[in-house]
């Protein structure tokens, strides 16, 4: 590698590829967040896994006598994950380790990650076009 295009202002990520960059900012979100898997869970995970099993067991979100509404979308996607993989609480976490991952990656994958990072929270993405 030429040592004055290293020291460039455009410097090694202006030649990496976007999807090399997205995929290193990928994998070093979900591995930050990996490490708290098998932590206790939080009052609103514990609430959506009783609401998934009372969904699973008689079709409706339940938790004693009550009815749990609140993120039915992400309870009924719960219940569609258990039935692929085990009930387990580093399951039960996966899919919000591999959806922040890929927020947090959004920026860095070119236009349309940058456009949809400026939707999602009305900031410009870090690295725009590609």
Same mark, same amino acid.
């Given at each position: ?10 410097? &090694?990520? /202006?030649v ?6 997205t *995929?290193a900012?990928?994998a070093l979100?979900? =591995?930050? $967040? ?6 206790l869970?939080?009052?609103d ?17 339940r938790? &004693?006598? /009550?009815?749990y ?5 992400? *309870?009924?996607?719960?219940?569609w994950?258990? =039935?692929? $993989? ?19 990656a ?9 456009c ?8 410009p ?5 590609s």
């Open positions: 590698m030429n040592s004055e295009h290293a020291l460039s202002p455009a410097g &090694a990520f /202006g990496t590829p976007a999807w090399v960059q *995929t900012v990928f979100a979900l =591995s930050v $967040f990996l490490v708290s898997l098998d932590q869970l939080h009052f995970e514990f609430y959506h896994i009783l609401a998934e099993r009372s969904w699973a067991a008689d079709g409706e979100m938790i &004693a006598e /009550g009815v509404t609140r993120g039915w979308l992400y *309870t009924t996607f719960l219940g994950w258990f =039935s692929l $993989f085990d009930d387990d609480l580093v399951i039960t976490r996966l899919p919000s380790a591999l959806a922040i991952g890929q927020w947090v959004n920026p860095f994958s070119g236009p349309a990650g940058a949809s990072h400026a939707v999602e929270t009305g900031k993405g870090l690295m725009g076009p």
